[in-house]
Nanobody, 122 residues
Framework: QVQLAESGGGLVQAGGSLRISCAAS????????MGWFRQAPGEAREFVAA????????YYADFVEGRFTISRDNAKNTVYLQMNSLKLEDTAVYYC???????????????WGQGTQVTVSS
């Protein structure tokens, strides 16, 4: 069982930056594709970014538009999402996700974290 714990959410002004983290409690972390999703109030959960097990490949939703960067540190069992140029519409609960398959991760990940709130203010 993979346990994922997000941290680093908070309140930030529009145009600002924030980095959120996700720590995984599993010794086979380096074999898992990792990703981030988000869910705004009243909206469906949506894919944000994904990274392959050893970090060689990354994928982003179109709305990211080069503002976010996903990365991972396999020695620390941690995946990060650096968010720059934040917009009001980036306000959401951000969820970490993991799956053995990169393809399945982007649609139906096997494991989810509890989420961390990111609020962008004007």
């Amino acid at each position: 069982q993979v346990q994922l714990a997000e941290s680093g959410g908070g309140l930030v002004q529009a145009g600002g930056s924030l980095r959120i983290s996700c720590a995984a409690s599993e010794i086979t972390f380096s074999t898992r594709a990792m990703g981030w999703f988000r869910q705004a109030p009243g909206e469906a959960r949506e894919f944000v970014a994904a990274i392959s097990p050893y970090g060689g490949s990354t994928y982003y939703a179109d709305f990211v538009e080069g503002r976010f960067t996903i990365s991972r540190d396999n020695a620390k069992n941690t995946v990060y999402l650096q968010m720059n140029s934040l917009k009001l519409e980036d306000t959401a609960v951000y969820y970490c996700a993991a799956d053995p398959s990169m393809g399945r991760l982007t649609s139906r990940p096997s494991w989810w974290g509890q989420g961390t709130q990111v609020t962008v203010s004007s």
